[in-house]
């Protein structure tokens, strides 16, 4: 292949329509990056710009930690070329990653870097995408005070050299956080101008989130017609669709104005609406909380049932998006591994060019070391390989590794070796302060005793017999912050030189990654476990209050709510097959007097004795469900013949007539019992009862108790 010049217009014009491309088809915009990758062998400045906007790709993509890896490559290129141009805008991209993560720490740091860039150039355009960056992140952890400086700092500059897309999107940026301080008129002003740069730029992404900003203004001040209007102009914009998850926005604040009119139903179909649009993610906080708004809706329909499986489906996103975070956060930790090894891998480089070959055999250790630790996530593992290497390679006898633990104000050994000998592990206070291992902990400098011979107050743990004449202490250090440390002890006076306290120093960093991936996998094991048992408390909880929904507190038997549902059921088998079926109903005589007698305690108690009874009378098909305080339902299917349908049912009054033991007394009640069947007396549960009930009173007023069927007469079996 022929190398080309960066100017050379086909790889310009395919990189700026990459770029173009991004926000709406990343897909896209990612294989015309890779295409120009390939019409000829890129130098390294051409590299720096293709990881660059390969690095964008992923990012709107919404893979973060491939963005990283092609940001961080672009970034190593330009600060190799001294190009700061690209300095600046690699490290934008990476802040944008790291941001879109919820790392803001580190988003932080290198929005600030590419601020300070563009200030030292006097890029205007750069500083006010810096400030508006960082005016994003402070609004995203709810730091609003410092947001709204920051966005007012960059529209005070002269904006003559910004671009018409920051200055949209500085527009709309400051009507959400009007409306989020609930400035509505100001949050209109800011929107109309977002819209106004918006269709001067043909900028569609913009537009649609501004009408949306619109909307969300129109709804909270209670304009609630406008609201919708705009929205159903939103949702049918042309390149609306284009917007992916993010429309949903859009869906959900359609969705809350028509709730708001007590519209619930539409509302549901609203959101249902926008959760069925293609090309949405597996799962997303945006679907989480359309989700939840129509689990709401549900509610308000009165439709629970819905509701409760929509909620369990938001739930269940919640729990998969916790994962996807821990997950995405071990990734992180990798690629900071990967990255802190290829750093010190230059290092070790640059250091072995520099030392005597008698050195390199101990440069080999580093490499040695990282491949073996990083393949163990177990701490003690850890602590054993570590004395393994450095004992075999080195002239120690003692080797120990310790975490720190701030929340418990000390250090915990978590391995110590004398001679091949475990030695019992023990906890130091950080007040400690002749501790040298806390010493190392706090100040997070390594320490290094050349002979402790001299010092007749020494004390030591492990073998006795060894004088420790030479120490060293090595602080792990990950992210700023103090792991924990490891220590080695030689019998040899002044073992550790300064070059070999370098070497040990650059090894520090690859135990302290392991070490937090171990403690991470830790964390990731007990989190897991303790979603597990929260989701299984979560079920339970649900299952319990179905149930009580469904089921009579006293007795456990079904309630009407069950009731219906059943002979719903049952009516559309009737229908289906030419089945039909019977309602029988109960209402017990002599029972006031018990509870008159006796007193509520005792009446429930024999209500519950008879309701045990009546549900182990009945076939499998069968259904019993409590209507009243002593009324009673039964469903029961056809029978051969009029007999037989007699002596079920009077087997049934004969199993309530039958005398209940309530400690000393013997209570006897009876039963009026009224029966009727689907298709002579009524087609739905209420015409049932009805008919049932009228024949059940016939008896009642009899005053003896004892079964009539509805009608004169039941239809032939």
Known sequence: MTTIPASDPPFDDRLLQAWKLMISDPAKALALVRHARTLFEPNELQRCQLGFHEGWCHIFLGDYIEALKWLSQALSLAERLENNAEIKRACNGIGMAYHSMGQYGQALQYYERSLELNQQANDINGIFAALQNLAALHYEIDDLETAENLLNEALGLDTGPVSQENLGEAALQQAQMHSKLNRFQ????????????????????????????????????????????????????????????????????????????????????????????????????????????????????????????????????????????????????????????????????DHENKLLKATQSRLQLINELSQQLTASLDVDEIGRKLYEIVAERLDVHFVSLALNRPEAGAIEFRMII??????????????????????????????????????????????????????????????????????????????????????????????????????????????????????????????????????????????????????????????????????????????????????????????????????????????????????????????????????????????????????????????SIGVARYGQHGRDLDHLMHHADLAMYDIKRSGKGGIAYAGKALPPL
């Open 418 to 671: 004398d001679n091949g000998v475990d030695i019992p592990v023990y906890s130091i206070p950080h007040s400690v302060r002749d501790s040298r291992a806390v010493r190392t902990i706090l100040g997070g400098e390594p320490i290094l005793l050349g002979d402790e011979s001299r010092d007749a107050q020494i004390q030591w743990v492990g073998d006795s017999r060894i004088l420790p004449r030479s120490q060293l202490f090595i602080p792990l250090v990950h992210n700023h912050d103090v792991l924990g440390m490891f220590s080695l002890q030689s019998a040899v006076e002044n073992r550790f030189t300064h070059e070999e306290l370098d070497l040990l120093t650059s090894l520090a960093p690859f135990v302290a990654i392991t070490l937090s991936n171990a403690m991470s996998h830790q964390q990731l094991s007990e989190l897991n476990q303790a979603l597990t048992h929260e989701k299984t408390q979560i079920e339970a909880a649900h299952e319990r209050i179905e149930h009580m929904a469904n089921h009579d507190t006293l007795t456990g038997l079904p309630n009407r709510r069950l009731l219906a549902e059943f002979v719903e059921d049952k009516v559309l088998c009737a229908n289906a097959q030419g089945l039909g079926f019977y309602l029988v109903y109960i209402d017990l005589d002599g029972f006031k007097p018990v509870n008159d007698r006796y007193g509520h305690r005792v009446g429930d108690r024999v209500l519950t004795v008879l309701s045990h009874r009546l549900r182990d009378s009945l076939r499998k098909t069968d259904f019993a469900a409590r209507v009243g305080g002593d009324e009673f339902i039964i469903i029961i299917d056809d029978f051969d013949s009029r007999s037989s349908l007699d002596a079920f049912i009077r087997r049934i009054l004969n199993v309530i007539e039958k005398p209940v033991q309530i400690e000393q007394d013997r209570l006897a009640v009876s039963a």
């Open 186 to 349: 100001d949050a209109l002003l800011g929107c109309r101008a977002a819209l106004n740069y918006a269709r001067q730029l043909d900028y569609d992404h913009l537009e649609i989130q501004a009408l949306i900003a619109v909307a969300r203004c129109q709804r909270l001040q209670n304009r609630l017609v406008e609201a919708e209007t705009t929205l159903q102009v939103t949702i049918d914009h042309p390149e609306f669709d284009k917007e992916g998850v993010a429309g949903l926005n859009a869906f959900i604040e359609l969705a809350k104005t028509q709730a708001t009119t007590g519209h619930f139903s539409t509302a549901v179909r609203t959101l249902r609406q926008g959760l069925r649009r293609e090309g949405l993610p597996e799962f997303s906080l945006i679907q989480q909380r359309a989700l939840e708004t129509l689990s709401i809706c549900l509610e308000k329909a009165r439709k629970y049932r819905a509701a409760m499986l929509v909620m369990r489906l938001a739930l269940d996103m919640e729990r998969k998006l916790q994962n996807q975070d821990i997950r995405r956060q071990m990734e992180l930790r990798r690629f900071q591994s990967e990255m802190d090894a290829e750093r010190l891998a230059r290092k070790i480089t």
